[in-house]
């Protein structure tokens, strides 16, 4: 949203930040395509696969610990010994999201990209090498880096500074509204992504018609 009194010169877009599951994916969540996978390779149920994983999420959203570290207990709370690698083929089963993809490309030579995730370390290590997704995206702000979520504003400095920008040069395009409230409030514009819908030219012509984010 623009700010009341904002000068037209400090308003304009330069660069455009993506939220990273349900906006670049078609999925709500990580811990949504995690979980389905994991419960489909070993026919558990989702909700005792995601009992066993919830304890430790925000400890690994925020880099305080690994998948590798809490593997055996997870395990021990399923009662089943599975491998790490299920997690690198959970990770790999992330269904992209192609439209969205294209239209970041489309914005790339007019607009700096990037990415802002609240998200463990190796899933997007992994995703960014799968998918080449440092040739598009820079910088590419994970949680687990910074130690910091959407909710605080310290993981979009992190971004801004990647940018070498001021908040009100940049856009920031979440599906969850409560992840808009932290970038409203340091000054950037922001977008809200219905992932249900997934109308990805609706997006680009709200980008275009109300921020002149065209390609």
Same mark, same amino acid.
């Given at each position: 949203m623009r700010r009341p009194g904002q000068a037209d010169g400090e308003s304009r877009i330069r660069a455009v930040l993506f939220d990273f599951d349900g906006v670049l994916t078609t999925d709500p969540s990580g811990s949504f395509t995690?979980?389905?996978?994991?419960?489909?390779?070993?026919?558990?149920?989702?909700?005792?696969?995601?009992?066993?994983?919830?304890p430790y999420n925000e400890d690994l959203l925020l880099?305080?610990?690994?998948?590798?570290?809490?593997?055996?207990?997870?395990?021990?709370?399923?009662?089943?010994?599975?491998?790490?690698?299920?997690?690198?083929?959970a990770f790999d089963a992330t269904p992209m999201n192609r439209a969205m993809l294209d239209l #970041? /490309?489309? @914005? !790339?030579?007019? $607009?700096?990209?990037?990415?802002?995730?609240?998200?463990?370390?190796?899933?997007?290590?992994?995703?960014?090498a799968l998918h080449a997704l440092d040739a598009l995206f820079s910088p590419i702000v994970v949680s687990a880096d910074c130690g910091s979520g959407k909710s605080d504003r310290?993981?979009?400095?992190?971004?801004?500074?990647?940018l070498g920008l001021p908040p009100t040069a940049v856009m920031f395009i979440d599906n969850t509204r409560r992840n808009l409230v932290a970038a409203?409030?340091?000054g950037m514009h922001t977008l809200h992504f219905d992932d249900a819908r997934n109308d990805v030219p609706?997006? #680009? /012509?709200? @980008? !275009?018609?109300? $921020?002149?984010i065209t390609p």
């Open positions: 995690t979980v389905r996978h994991v419960a489909l390779a070993t026919g558990l149920p989702e909700r005792h696969v995601w009992e066993a994983l919830a880099g305080r610990t690994t998948h590798a570290a809490v593997w055996p207990a997870v395990c021990a709370r399923l009662g089943r010994e599975l491998p790490l690698d299920l997690l690198t083929q #970041a /490309a489309s @914005l !790339r030579p007019k $607009f700096s990209l990037g990415i802002v995730t609240d998200n463990k370390r190796d899933r997007i290590e992994r995703l960014a310290a993981i979009f400095d992190v971004a801004l500074r990647g409203e409030a340091i609706a997006l #680009a /012509a709200t @980008l !275009r018609m109300r $921020f002149g």
